[in-house]
Antibody, heavy 121, light 110 residues
Framework: QVQLQQWGAGLLKPSETLSLTCAVHGGSFGAYYWTWIRQAPGKGLEWIGEIHHIGNTNYNPSLKSRVTIAVDTSKNQFSLNLTSVIAADTAMYFCARIYYGSGDDWFFDLWGRGTLVTVSS | QSVLTQPPSASGTPGQRVTISCSGSNSNIGVNTVAWYQQLPGTAPKALIY???QRPSGVPDRLSGSKSGTSASLAISGLQSEDEADYYC???????????FGTGTKVTVL
């Protein structure tokens, strides 16, 4: 059974860099896209970006200037870096797998438990 | 940025049918498929519907999805107490070049 385990620093000061990692256990890493999604306290979901196991990335334009998603296929892991964080970046950050089927089939089919990141001076 | 609009709340008694709407535009729901997610308090979202009406393995058939034009709907039949959760729709937006989520609907079982 495939599981996603995520970790990273939970408390940051403004202007610091958020760094999170997500490890894929018990299943295939290749042939999938992997993604990060966040949720501010009491708010809805916001897609951050995605990466394929060969390294192709796609980012939310609203965050693109500050976001880097990378992959380490040797460890079956992918990571998120978000630079110059501000209070508005305070959120629960989820890693997830994207199922892409034939045609337009897609959905986020597997999720990590989430990491709460707080940005405060 | 939530560009898909959902009612903030919906409710019903056990056994009833509840429907949640998701309103979008010609750049998202109008041209792309819709997925639905359930989020129980303090947990990660779980996929309920993809490709407008398909259920992932393990999702009961009392949950159903549909799409018409620039709107989509999620129906929960035979409402149960464990259905109390937040529900989100999602789609790709061709104009914003990003996945977008709905504003979320809190379902309460009375």
């Amino acid at each position: 059974q495939v599981q996603l385990q995520q970790w990273g620093a939970g408390l940051l000061k403004p202007s610091e860099t958020l760094s999170l990692t997500c490890a894929v256990h018990g299943g295939s890493f290749g042939a999938y896209y992997w993604t990060w999604i966040r949720q501010a306290p009491g708010k809805g979901l916001e897609w951050i970006g995605e990466i394929h196991h060969i390294g192709n990335t796609n980012y939310n334009p609203s965050l693109k200037s500050r976001v880097t998603i990378a992959v380490d296929t040797s460890k079956n892991q992918f990571s998120l870096n978000l630079t110059s964080v501000i209070a508005a970046d305070t959120a629960m950050y989820f890693c997830a797998r994207i199922y892409y089927g034939s045609g337009d089939d897609w959905f986020f089919d597997l999720w990590g438990r989430g990491t709460l990141v707080t940005v405060s001076s | 940025q939530s560009v898909l609009t959902q009612p903030p709340s919906a409710s019903g008694t056990p056994g009833q049918r509840v429907t949640i709407s998701c309103s979008g535009s010609n750049s998202n729901i109008g041209v792309n498929t819709v997925a639905w997610y359930q989020q129980l308090p303090g947990t990660a979202p779980k996929a309920l519907i993809y490709n407008n009406s398909q259920r992932p393995s393990g999702v009961p058939d009392r949950l159903s999805g549909s799409k018409s034009g620039t709107s989509a709907s999620l129906a929960i039949s035979g409402l149960q107490s464990e259905d109390e959760a937040d529900y989100y729709c999602a789609a790709w937006d061709d104009s914003l070049d990003t996945y977008v989520f709905g504003t979320g609907t809190k379902v309460t079982v009375l």
